[in-house]
């Protein structure tokens, strides 16, 4: 089993950013220490959590870092010129000789779409569209393309990435059409979303049983992204994560939010659905029913081995630092996880 933390870039209102950066950084720095398999960031923006530019982040934390790999988790391509994403991510897995995972994605929340000017409705085909144009630039070859929203003529890109034909390709999955999309390309998909019930999860392990068996991907991981907070008693991890995870279940659902006032399609309806269900939790809700994994070394390691053992997972995404969690609670959590947990299930 694979593990990797997911350095969630989140700046509550009594913070500051300097402040939530620098120490973001310091724990990819103590990720590549503890021996952690990969770290991951995110991508938002106009929003109380926003953390745009992954790839610049990544850099820095690519010059601070040796061993672990580096990866997006996800970058919203819809935003972006294609070309530009290409040839900086083709830079950044030079700089980091050869350690990008390059997780991408369309992107969720239509206020960050409007703050882009971009119409929220158009993010599916236009992130095909990005993805073509990407992996067409990173063979090195000139080539044209006309699209819907994308038109280029003649070109090629330098520098291509490090890795042939292309990084490491990651997507998160919500449901069996996403995760049959992914995998059907090669893509791995990234299973789950935060605040999910254990059967949930399982189903959709389930799901993606299937779907490999049905492709014959039998290459593709089987990553879960889990919240892991981990303390030296299940007591002490309960009072030290609260505050922050109760800001977070405030921000997911204001997030998954739509504005009022507009009609949407009925396929986005799901949104305002998990909206609703994440204000409805409380923290002792959360804990109770293991939507986070919040306890001791004992605890976690029992929820890792059912992860291993019914759901077939064998990478872990964790997501070490919820709600903006101060660097010394995260920092401890993260030695916990390494070498208490991780050497349980090698």
């Known amino acids: 089993m694979k593990f ?131 992996l067409k630039a990173w063979t090195g070859e000139p080539f044209s393309y006309a699209g819907r929203y994308h038109r280029i003529s003649e070109v090629a890109v330098n520098p291509t990435p490090v890795q042939r034909p292309h990084p490491p390709l990651w997507t998160p999955t919500l449901h069996a059409g996403s995760m049959r999309a992914a995998v059907a390309r090669g893509i791995t998909p990234m299973v789950g979303a935060s605040f999910s019930h254990p059967d949930k999860i399982r189903d959709n392990f389930r799901q993606l049983d299937a779907i490999i068996e049905e492709t014959g991907r039998h290459d593709i991981h089987r990553v879960a992204h889990p919240h892991i907070f981990i303390g030296d008693s299940v007591a002490e991890a309960r009072e030290e994560a609260r505050e922050s995870v109760e800001w977070l279940l405030e921000d997911f659902a204001d997030m998954w939010s739509l504005p009022p006032g507009e009609a949407y399609p009925e396929r986005f309806a799901f949104q305002e659905q998990l909206a609703a269900y994440i204000r409805s939790l409380t923290f002792d809700k959360v804990v109770e029913d293991d939507l986070l994994w919040i306890g001791d070394v004992d605890h976690i390691v029992d929820r890792l081995r059912w992860l291993r053992d019914e759901c077939k997972v064998d990478f872990i995404v964790s997501n070490m630092s919820p709600g903006g969690m101060e660097h010394e609670k995260v920092a401890k959590s993260m030695e916990l996880l390494a070498t208490k947990a991780m050497p349980k299930l090698a």
């Open 4 to 134: 990797a933390a997911f350095i969630n870039i989140q700046c509550r209102e009594d913070q500051d950013y300097n402040t939530v950066y620098r120490s973001r950084v310091d724990e990819a720095e103590l990720a590549d220490r503890l021996g952690f398999d990969a770290l991951f960031l995110a991508e938002h923006a106009f929003c109380r959590h926003g953390r745009p530019s992954p790839a610049v982040t990544l850099a820095n934390m690519a010059a601070r870092t040796r061993r672990i790999r580096l990866g997006t988790a996800v970058s919203v391509l819809p935003w972006h010129n294609p070309l530009e994403v290409a040839q900086d991510y083709a830079t950044l897995d030079i700089l980091c000789d050869g350690r990008l995972e390059f997780g991408v994605g369309r992107g969720a929340f239509k206020r960050e779409f409007d703050g882009y000017g971009i119409d929220w409705l158009e993010s599916q085909p236009r992130y095909e569209e990005c993805l073509e144009i990407i």
